[in-house]
């Protein structure tokens, strides 16, 4: 299994993708594709067969591949990347050249961290931008997934509008380069005070 992309984060430590095995990670990816928080993945009555199977198959499309997400080398996420020409938005939007697509999926927690979730879709759209010939991240989550919907716009997605899926009302969105960028920039921005103050030494002038 291969490391393919690695990000550090100052507060949350270092984030990376690997290589998925479907079937040595497929105990791990049932727990969390059938969690009851995970219900937008469409996968909760699967049994951990079918998650294997349904793994080998994308490790298998020319056009669909699946990674680890790990923090601090421990899984904590899983993502895809997909060209959504050829799969889940086939004939439903106006693709363009460089156009990739993306999904995500936090590992459930009794203990959430405050802005984990935004720093794994942070760190998968770096992952993704890495690549000189992707040009726009599309996404289409279900128009019920208020809360993914939410990062989404918080990394610079815009949406496009409602596209009928079979298996869902998916709200298409995409992400250009230059938007993520800005998006990034004006995180960074609105962090640095926090940081600043939890590094003042006690006493030190604001």
Known sequence: ??????RADD??????????????????????VTHPKAAFWLMQDADPAGVAEEYRRIDAHPHHDAYLGLCD?????????????HVELVGL?????????MH???????APVHGFTRT????????????PATRRVVVEP?????????????????????V????????????????????????THAAAPERAAATRPEGAPA
């Open 73 to 85: 080398g421990r899984p904590a996420f899983l993502a895809e990347r997909y060209d959504p020409a």
């Open 120 to 131: 794994v879709i942070t760190t998968v759209m770096a992952w993704l931008f890495a690549d």
């Open 11 to 32: 507060r949350l430590g270092e984030f990376a993708l690997r290589t998925l095995d479907p079937d040595a990670d497929a105990a791990l990816l049932h727990a969390w």
């Open 142 to 162: 279900d128009v019920r997934n208020t809360a993914v919907q939410a990062l989404n716009a918080a990394v610079g997605f815009e949406v496009v509008g409602a």
């Open 104 to 110: 995500f999926l936090c590992a459930p927690t009794d």
């Open 93 to 101: 939007y106006d693709a363009q050249p460089g156009d990739v697509g």
């Open 1 to 6: 299994m291969t490391v393919v992309f690695t």
């Open 164 to 187: 009928a899926k079979p298996e869902k009302e998916a709200l298409l969105s995409v992400c250009t380069r230059a938007q993520f960028q800005a998006a990034t920039d004006r995180a």
